[in-house]
């Protein structure tokens, strides 16, 4: 198995950009988990979703953060327009049912917004 | 909602020497418990998990970590560590109510010395 899948590893853009970060979860996982890394603020979760459904994206900071789950097999998180705090690693994650498993963990992408 | 402290930041240790990293949770249900290991520049990866049952939990390269309800603690151990083990330990928690998504310490870097 490949693992959870992430791209880009790495961006680099500007302010005002648009960002795309995409993730691939586990074949046969039902539950998708964004979450951001920063210095200040630690891991935090920024959405998650049950069946490709959002199920609670309380941790989205603000309108300029989407994210979508078009299918069971891939998800979105887009910034627009990107600010230079939202410099961070975004991880996403995958975890099969029921409630309680481990979750899965891809290598991040590492986002700097100049 | 739940809460985690990790109260230690740094936790400098010899090699081959015991290590305990400390993990305290607030939360009005039940949960259930986590540490993952973050090496430096990737993603998280399970090292134990507390579900229910047996309160002393075995992981993986040594590790072990006790559920001290009364306590809300959730402390990891190693008896004797090794270079390799020098990364960020993050415990986690997540509620028994459905909700899937983990909430993280801020993390404990250990820091193994030759």
């Known amino acids: 198995d490949a693992g959870v899948i992430q791209s880009p590893r790495h961006e680099v853009t500007e302010m005002g950009q648009e960002v795309t970060l995409r993730c691939k979860p586990i074949s046969g996982h039902n539950s998708l988990f964004w979450y951001r890394q920063t210095m200040m603020r630690g891991l935090e979760l920024l959405i998650y979703f049950n069946n490709n459904v959002p199920i609670d994206d309380s941790g989205m900071p603000e309108d300029r953060f989407s994210a979508k789950m078009p299918n069971a097999s891939f998800s979105t998180l887009k910034i627009q327009p990107s600010e230079p705090r939202d410099s961070a690693v975004y991880f996403c994650?995958?975890?099969?049912?029921?409630?309680?498993?481990?979750?899965?963990f891809g290598p991040g992408t590492r986002l700097t917004v100049l | 909602a739940q809460s985690v402290t990790q109260l230690d930041s740094q936790v400098p240790v010899f090699e081959e020497a015991p290590v305990e990293l400390r993990c305290n949770y607030s939360s009005s249900v039940s949960v259930y418990l986590f540490w993952y290991v973050q090496y430096p520049n990737q993603g998280l990866q399970l090292l134990l998990k507390?579900?229910?049952?047996?309160?002393l939990v075995k992981g993986i390269n040594g590790f072990e970590a006790e559920f001290n309800k009364s306590q809300t603690s959730f402390h990891l151990r190693k008896p004797s560590v090794h270079i390799s083990d020098t990364a960020e330990y993050f415990c986690a928690v997540s509620e028994d109510t459905g909700r899937r998504a983990l909430t993280f310490g801020s993390g404990t870097r250990l820091q193994v010395q030759p």
């Open positions: 507390y579900l229910s049952g047996s309160t």
């Open positions: 994650a995958s975890s099969p049912g029921p409630h309680g498993n481990e979750q899965f």
